[in-house]
């Protein structure tokens, strides 16, 4: 059943309820009048309860939906300043490397220092994102959660 067709049916028991109570206080007086109030009451409270609690798990349920699909997809936590800032350092780190290098081995020394240098940026850069190439995952509100910025 849908929400809409649930809402008619609970209201169509609660009339029936109310219209049982009623005609039970005319066939019994109004000594039993509290009595037959406070049990319809009682009946109210556990409906709407009841329907309380379903409205909160179907939230939990559909909030730990969302934290599941988060949590499943690429973590993109390092920002442009984080990025900017690795390879001021590398490049400053890189004199010094060549020097070495270079005095150590001449140029192959330089090449391996070098080649240590690419890598390293190169792992930074394509770290978090789909492919060696590829673009870092975006998710704006209202748009295509798979799309992908270049």
Do not use: C
């Amino acid at each position: 059943m849908t929400g809409m067709e649930t809402t008619g049916a609970h209201d169509a028991d609660l009339k029936k309820d109310l219209s049982a109570t009623l005609h039970a206080r005319r066939d019994l007086g109004n000594e039993y009048e509290s009595a037959l109030i406070d049990s319809f009451l009682e009946k109210v409270d556990q409906r709407i309860d009841d329907s309380v609690e379903r409205r909160v798990r179907r939230q939990l349920a559909e909030q730990q939906m969302v934290v599941a699909r988060d949590s499943r997809g690429p973590k993109s936590t390092d920002t442009f300043g984080e990025r900017f800032g690795f390879a001021i350092v590398s490049l400053v780190l890189a004199i010094p490397l060549s020097a070495i290098g270079g005095g150590m081995a001449d140029l192959p020394g330089l090449l391996v220092a070098w080649a240590g240098i690419v890598g390293v940026n190169a792992f930074q850069a394509t770290r978090g994102t789909a492919g060696l190439f590829g673009g870092r995952r975006h998710r704006g509100d209202g748009q295509d959660k798979d799309a992908w910025e270049d």
